[in-house]
Structures are given as C-alpha cells and as structure tokens.
C-alpha cells in the first residue's frame, strides 16, 4: 500500500487548510485511516482517525471542533479539513493505515503502512 499526502502549506493563525492522502496497491475490504503530526522535537501525535465506512470518527482533544477527518472510498483518500488554525499546530502531517482492523488507534505502532509527509506550517 502507497499513501501519498498532500495540501500542507503556510497559513496564518485563523486560517484554514486541506489536506488529502490518496491510498493505491492492495486494497482491504475493512480498513483505518488517520492523520497524525510530529512538531520538531516532539513525538508523533494522534490527529484524528476514521474507519473505512466512515461511521466511527476520532479526534485528539487539541484538535477536536477545528478538524475533521472524511473519506472517499471511490477514490480511497481520507481528507483531513483543519480550521481555526493555531500556531502550535504546526508540524509535518502523516496520514497511515492499518488494513487489518476496524478500531481506529491512537497508537503510531497500531499501524503498518504510512505516508511520507506534509508540512504545516501556521504562523502567528
């Protein structure tokens, strides 16, 4: 499986940005997906987490109100729409999946396929 982010970019604080994660090669027939963030000299966070029909939604409490997380099965991208932007948002952005269970995890190791990366960068 090949996830490819994109939609990071510079915004100021208030602003609002998208992100997308197009999934390709083998396909599950149930399935997580999640975003997670990494701030320069901190772990790997949990963002927000969906299942593959879209029924169960998660979020980290930081973020919960200003995110949400969608997916397109026809197009097997997840979405992530982030408003009311803060500077402590800032981070590279990692969208992952595990093909192999239904629970969305808040565990980085509770997945086995990720994507590269995009930048996030919100200025104040």
């Known amino acids: 499986v090949q996830l490819q982010a994109s939609g990071g970019g510079l915004v100021q604080a208030g602003g609002s940005l998208g992100l997308s994660c197009a999934a390709s090669?083998?396909?599950?027939?149930?399935?997580?997906m999640a975003w997670f963030r990494q701030a320069p000299g901190k772990e790997r966070e949990f963002v927000a987490g969906?299942?593959?029909?879209?029924?169960?939604?998660y979020y980290a409490d930081s973020v919960k109100g200003r995110f949400t997380i969608s997916g397109d099965n026809a197009k097997n991208t997840v979405y992530l729409q982030m408003n009311s932007l803060k500077p402590e948002d800032t981070a590279v952005y990692y969208c992952?999946?595990?093909?192999?269970?239904?629970?969305?995890?808040?565990?980085?190791?509770?997945?086995?396929?990720w994507g590269h990366g995009t930048q996030v960068t919100v200025s104040s």
């Open positions: 090669g083998r396909t599950f027939s149930s399935y997580i």
């Open positions: 969906i299942n593959w029909n879209g029924v169960r939604t």
């Open positions: 992952a999946t595990n093909g192999f269970t239904d629970l969305v995890s808040f565990v980085t190791t509770d997945y086995n396929y």
